[in-house]
């Protein structure tokens, strides 16, 4: 597109007699459509010509986070300065704020700027409002920054409460954001005997969906109940831009680094082996007291967002993956070196799993292939055929062009 516009402009065939300006404008044009910044990106949450009208009288709940921004304004409070009746807020994982551990149960509270109630999906109890609260409003308004994970909860809030008010005869307004992992799609597709909290959907671990193109897929496929649904799409975003997160989505992805390595690292969750949580740099290394020939160290403690982390207080050697381009990583999809690296270090058997190790790759197969010498490129053999079923299959649902 912006060549396009460079090229009609003649900016490009007038520079015939300097190479180098030529070179470099090529350069900038091709940064421009890989990072998307040629035509400004309006999230759907910015989009407020779009969905206002339809709040306009209608009492709306608000599923949402500390990601929830428009520009530098919460959406909470660009509703309530527009005079929208915001009756209750719904918190994901790691609460309104953004704070909590994961999987840390978080009580309801109210927003002290607005006064408005908090309602936790995440305080232990139940995992969708009570009756009461879902006759209180008549829209859900969404809006929260997934990262493009079978495993990242955010997406399972937000089908629950598809669910919910399809049986409340609620509508639900999605304000959609982009996927910073939107680039590819990658790993294994969840086998639904290993259905769980942190995987709902019949998707690879890297599905490359938005929010919005998710909860289209779900309803479609019979996978939600059917709803009322609208979804506000980003304005100017292409699945092949490098978008890069305002705030972390989570505590532990404080990095865009971490984000993209977090496909493949969050799979050591269900091994003995750290990724780095108690740390500065959390899923941007990995490391076991008792892995050997290793230069990089480092000691999880607890803090903010880990206040229990795994190997607490315990010297771990490792990798550190910080240097590591950004490129290479998008490059290498869902890299299953690392997982295979620590498992024949450690030379511990089956014993380097845990059982929540087959919730997050979703099948059996890949545990079984690394115990029995596999390498990584043998293993994703075995799910390239069901990514691209996966990609035809989704194709109705999508939102965005591919480049």
Partial sequence: MIMTACLSAGRFHNDRSDPMKRFALIAVMALTLLYGHAQELRVG??????????????RVAVLANHTSLAGDEHLVDLLVRRGVDVVGILSPEHGFRGTADAGEKVGSTVDAKTGIAIWSLYDGRTLRPSDERMRSFDVLLVDLQDVGLRFYTYYISMLRMIDACADFGRSVVILDRPNPNGMYVDGPVLDMRYKSGVGALPIP????MTLGEIARMAIGEGWAKRSDLTVVPVENYRRSMR???PVPPSPNLPTQHAVLLYPSLCLFEGTVVSLGRGTDFPFEVYGHPKMTGRDFSFTPEPRDGAKNPPLKGELCYGVDLR???????????LNLEYLIDAYRDLDMGDAFFTPFFEKLIGVDYVRRMIEQGCGADEIRAVWHDDVEAFKVRRRPYLLYDEK
């Fill in 45 to 58: 949450a910015e989009r407020t010509d779009v969905y206002l009208p339809l709040l306009e009288g209608r």
């Fill in 205 to 208: 671990v890297v599905h490359g």
């Fill in 243 to 245: 978008y890069r997160l």
């Fill in 323 to 333: 240097g590591k381009d950004d490129e290479l990583i998008i490059s290498e999809g």
